[in-house]
């Protein structure tokens, strides 16, 4: 009999590919608006935790991801950005321990602040500028601070070969390629992009050795985005001359007061995860497998 593993967020662009690729292996139940649950109704939430008492893991994803929508809800902890990433995180972890169940909580690189031009490692303390990198924080401290055995799995920049509700940062370079418009990318800033397929089967990892603390599912190369969108297009055989550069310190500077910050780099290190034995791909990797699947 499958094992059965309670997910919030399986709808989502990383979720939905994760119940593709392990659905075979484990029962995923969906705990999402669209089946009717809540993760902010806790009484919803109690009821749909009873009737699946025999689940082995919770894996918790749910979150509000707009970063510039989270930037507009700053300081609100009314807001849904704080109140999904922080309070929903605290209802659905005291559901989880209330019947032992192992709990993963899926958190970002943007808890860093950016700064650090070497490798971010489990070990570096978070600093977040933005709101949702600090809801995510909060996030993570809620799972840290109730002392349970539960990991916090931080992935970064998610891309995959298909999804067509939420097109991720590769898809986005992909489409203005195909109409032949230019691509002004940043050379400026450097981000780890990480292919969904590793982060299922990393996770299957997880469920099976249940895991404790902090690890970084991340890809295996960091890239500025003009890189990275030099890469796509080179993969995906459209014209490199479409791309190209910006500058994310020029750009900053034209915003008016008050906007978002941008995190500058976002190396990070995948070490801790190599040593567990998961092998995540590099960007090179990760495209020419976007490239195949898509055939
Ligand atoms: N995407 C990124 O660039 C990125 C980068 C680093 C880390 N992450 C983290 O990875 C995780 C997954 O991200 P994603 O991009 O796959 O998410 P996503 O596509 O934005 O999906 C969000 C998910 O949250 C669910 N949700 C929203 N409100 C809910 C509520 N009140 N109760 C229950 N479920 C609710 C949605 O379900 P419905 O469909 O029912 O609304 C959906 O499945 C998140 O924790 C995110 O912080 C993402």
Known sequence: MKQKIIGTGLSGLVGSRLVELLGDKYEFIDFSLDTNVNVLDKENLAAAFAKNSDAVAVLHMAAFTDTNGAWEQRGDKSGICYQLNVEGTRNILELAKQYNQY?????????????????????????????????????????????????????????????????????KVLAKLQNGEVVKMFSD??????????????????????????????GSSSRSPYEMSKLVAKTFGYDENLVQPSSLEEFVKSQPEGSRPWQKCLITSNQKTKDLGINMKTLEEGLIEIKNQTK
């Open 103 to 171: 709990f993963i909580y899926i958190s970002t690189d943007f808890v860093f602040d950016g700064t650090k031009t070497t490798p971010y490692t489990e070990t570096d303390t978070p600093d977040p500028i933005e709101w949702y990198g600090e809801t995510k924080y909060l996030g993570e401290k809620v799972v840290t601070d109730s002392g349970y055995n539960a990991a916090i799995v931080r992935i970064t920049y998610p891309y995959r070969a298909n999804f067509a509700n939420k097109p991720d940062i590769i898809h």
């Open 189 to 218: 800033q450097i981000c780890t992009y990480t292919f969904i397929d590793d982060i299922a089967y990393g996770l299957d990892k997880f469920f099976e050795n249940k895991y404790t603390g902090i690890y970084h599912l991340v």
